[in-house]
Nanobody
């Protein structure tokens, strides 16, 4: 089992940036597909971004394309979500996720492992 711990959330003004980190421990990080989901108040959890095990492929939900960038550093057992040009509608709890049974997470994936979440609040 892999343990996931998110960090980097906070309160920012619209147009600002945040960088979320997800540190993994307990298993071979490079074997896990990694990604980010978010859940806003009163809404269902939604897929945000994913990166394949080797980092060669990335996938983003349409609403964040061009603004968010997912990356991973397998030597540090950490993956990141760089969020630029933040909008109030980005406000949510962001969760990192991992799954060793697939090469990449997607909108149809139910990841096996989850972090506890980090709050991102974008003020207008």
């Amino acid at each position: 089992q892999v343990q996931l711990v998110e960090s980097g959330g906070g309160l920012v003004q619209a147009g600002g940036s945040l960088r979320l980190s997800c540190a993994a421990s307990g298993s071979s990080f490079s074997n896990y597909a990694m990604g980010w989901f978010r859940q806003a108040p009163g809404k269902e959890r939604e897929f945000v971004a994913a990166i394949s095990t080797a980092g060669r492929t990335t996938v983003y939900t349409d609403s964040v394309k061009g603004r968010f960038t997912i990356s991973r550093d397998n030597t540090k057992n950490t993956h990141y979500l760089q969020m630029n040009s933040l909008k109030p509608e980005d406000t949510a709890v962001y969760y990192c996720a991992a799954d060793e049974t697939t090469r990449i997470l997607s909108t149809t994936t139910s990841p096996r492992y989850w972090g506890r979440g980090t709050q991102v609040t974008v003020s207008s």
